[in-house]
């Protein structure tokens, strides 16, 4: 397992994370038994949001282990506020993240988070009350480092002059089958659609600025439309390619696709969303592949770009 430290924190994080947004499919013991593989195969970092599995999620979690300080300690824990799941819309209100921080530290058993993220833009905030809140929360020691995720370099630009901690996270979709961050940077220039830059350039953006990018959703095609992988109706050449690229390493397609994001220079984490223990062991052989310039090119290739 790959380790480097996130930028503006003490925290030396893996380049694997366990992401919690499905885990309410599992029984406690399932849970208990993802939790303590991914620790064994050398996972410290914990994605949680607020909203995931109706708000149940962290709780389950925390349950599944018998949340304790001397397991606390060994974990790195990050969490999201500002979406409320049940009307359907963004608040990034001093009193919703506050509120939010609250229950996130009852559900998961602690009492601080390593990491709070700012789990999708609000175009209603107010960045003068976002740095309020993010100050009380520093200060009384609830959470340590603050970042934001799906937020393009304008907003973050906007958030980060009023806010006094450095935003040191931007969580983002990346798969193999969903590279916009990537896309138009390969066609600068060029009259066709892959060269529509639609995020103002954020993948360059968080490296100029020293922000960890955290791809979510990495073997999901679009917005949770199945995974690519062994889906050879719709990504035939894809999986063709991984396979084979698999088999040269001697790992399975799941770390090939892993590898793909983890080969990347700007050092990203690949949060994970399985239930199952033996994908996320798959996954994680991932995390070390060193994909030649060549493979990273064909993968990238088979799920249908161009490359000029
Ligand atoms: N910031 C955001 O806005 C945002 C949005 C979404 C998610 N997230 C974070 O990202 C994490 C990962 O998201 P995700 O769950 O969508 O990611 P994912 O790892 O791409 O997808 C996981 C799902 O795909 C299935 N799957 C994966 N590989 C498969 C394969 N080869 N064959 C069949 N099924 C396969 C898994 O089934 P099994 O369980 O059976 O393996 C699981 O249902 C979440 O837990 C959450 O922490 C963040």
């Keep these: ?44 970092f914990f994605d949680h949001a607020d909203i995931y599995g109706g708000g149940e999620s962290e709780e389950l979690f925390a349950d599944a282990i018998e949340m304790n300080p001397s397991t606390r300690e ?13 009307d359907n819309y963004f608040d990034f209100s001093k009193e919703h993240i506050l509120k939010s921080v609250d229950g996130i530290l ?15 833009p ?35 630009e906007l958030l980060q002059k009023y806010v ?7 969580q983002l979709q990346l798969s193999i089958a969903h590279t916009p961050i990537i896309d138009s ?5 060029m009259n066709i659609d892959q060269s529509v830059n639609r995020d103002g350039s954020v993948l360059e953006y968080c490296r100029l600025n020293d922000i960890t990018i955290q791809a979510w959703s990495p073997y999901q095609n679009g917005f949770f439309e199945g995974p690519f ?23 399975t397609n799941t770390a090939i696709a892993t590898a793909w994001i983890t080969r990347h220079p700007a050092n990203m984490q690949v949060v994970l969303g399985t ?33 000029p």
């Excluded at 996130?6 to 038994?33: A, D, F, H, W, Y």
């Excluded at 060994?74 to 049940?86: A, D, E, P, T, W």
Aim: hydrophobic fraction near 40%; charged fraction near 25%.
């Design 74 to 86: 060994k974990m790195i824990l990050q969490s999201k506020c500002g979406i409320v799941s049940k």
């Design 122 to 156: 609000d175009p209603l905030m107010e960045p003068e009350e976002v740095a309020e809140a993010f100050d009380e929360l520093h200060n009384s020691g609830k959470v340590h480092y603050f970042g934001v995720s799906n937020h393009n370099p304008m907003q973050i």
């Design 1 to 44: 397992m790959k380790y480097f430290p996130i930028k503006g924190t003490n925290l030396n994080v893996s380049n694997i994370v366990m992401g919690n947004m499905r885990i309410p499919q599992l029984s406690k013991t399932e849970l208990e038994k993802l939790i303590r593989t991914a620790m064994e195969e050398g996972i410290n």
């Design 275 to 307: 239930t199952n223990a033996q994908r996320l062991k798959d996954a994680c052989a991932g995390s070390e592949i060193p994909l030649t310039r060549d493979e990273w090119y064909q993968i990238y290739k088979a799920a249908g770009n161009m490359v």
């Design 106 to 120: 009852k559900r998961l058993k602690t009492d601080y988070l390593d990491i709070l993220l700012l789990h999708r």
């Design 185 to 189: 940077g390969i066609a600068v220039n």
């Design 229 to 251: 992988l062994g889906d050879l109706e719709k990504f035939p050449k894809l999986n063709e390619v991984i396979d084979r690229i698999a088999e040269k390493y001697g790992v």
């Design 164 to 170: 006094s901690q450095k935003l040191v996270v931007n």
